[in-house]
């Protein structure tokens, strides 16, 4: 599933609830945070930023950074995952009963 595409010059993300793209610079916490669980979730692709495929500034700025951060998780993503299921493993118990 692609989560971050680069179309005529701008940056969009995939909005998973909405079954939609937006524009990056749409982006909040709560579209951030569904990027992060898609991409956790499985295989996803993002298309890659250069010099030349995102014309707008604010574009290419955003979606730089959320580009090179989930990037750089992909190298530790099972840790991440086994990670943080249990730091939260106690109160998901607490909550789940």
Known sequence: MKILKIEEGCGHFWVQSSEEWRK???IDKDGLLSLLDLFLEGD????APDEGNLHNEVHRIVYTHIYQKLSS???SKSSFKDDSERLYFDEINKYAS
């Open 24 to 26: 990056i610079d749409e």
């Open 44 to 47: 996803v692709q993002m298309d």
């Open 73 to 75: 998780l992909a190298d």
